[in-house]
């Protein structure tokens, strides 16, 4: 790892002494076991302190499910493996300019609006919130929540999830002294 720094503006570092037969887009029991394996050194050196952080892609969840792995996905076994609840773990995607937080991972669709209550959006907003300080340098950070449904549910014509989820937390928030707005309908925000 002290050598990855050096290199890495010229190479991609591979670190770890693993190998094994893989195909790009054809996922098999081997590539998921040399993903596993990676994941897990990743993790180690991370949580030692010997890399500075972790940036995982993605993976084939049901092949590494055939090979025993028992995590909904990368998300939740690298928080069991820092000592954070699952619930308390967020997967955000971050760009040059925008990060973007899913207030529900590794679910069916179909299931979003059962496990969508206040208190998942206000505890997964403030975890969000003080990441975006610590990690991102943002003083103020500014959270925007998308509705659930389309058009961020017309008023209740189109799903009431935004008026009794997502507007309360909003509100929550606000009253905790964090900068969040919305619901915003999805495609606007993006």
């Keep these: ?28 029991a081997e590539g998921a076991r040399l993903a596993l394996q990676s994941l897990e050194l990743a993790v180690d050196l991370t949580v030692r302190g010997s890399a500075a952080a972790l940036v995982t892609g993605p993976v084939a969840k049901a092949e590494l499910g055939r090979i ?4 909904p996905g990368q998300t939740e076994f690298v928080a069991k493996a820092c000592g954070v609840d699952a619930e308390d773990a967020v997967m955000m995607l971050a760009g040059p300019h925008l990060r973007t937080v899913p207030m529900t991972v590794h679910c069916a669709l179909a299931e979003v609006p059962g496990l969508l209550s206040i208190d998942l959006i206000v505890r997964r907003s403030r975890i969000v919130s003080e990441a975006l300080r610590r990690d991102f340098g943002i003083e103020n950070p500014r959270l925007a929540l998308a509705g659930l449904n ?8 189109m799903g009431r999830e935004e008026i009794e989820i997502i507007v309360p937390a909003v509100e929550i928030l606000r009253e905790q002294g964090i900068l969040a707005s919305g619901p915003h309908p999805a495609d606007t925000l993006f």
Excluded: C, M, N, T
């Design 68 to 71: 025993g792995f028992r995590h």
């Design 1 to 28: 790892p002290q050598e990855a720094a050096r290199i890495f503006s010229e190479k991609l570092p591979v670190l770890g002494d693993g190998d094994g037969g893989y195909a790009p887009g054809r996922p098999d």
């Design 150 to 157: 389309p058009h961020a549910g017309e008023g209740g014509r």
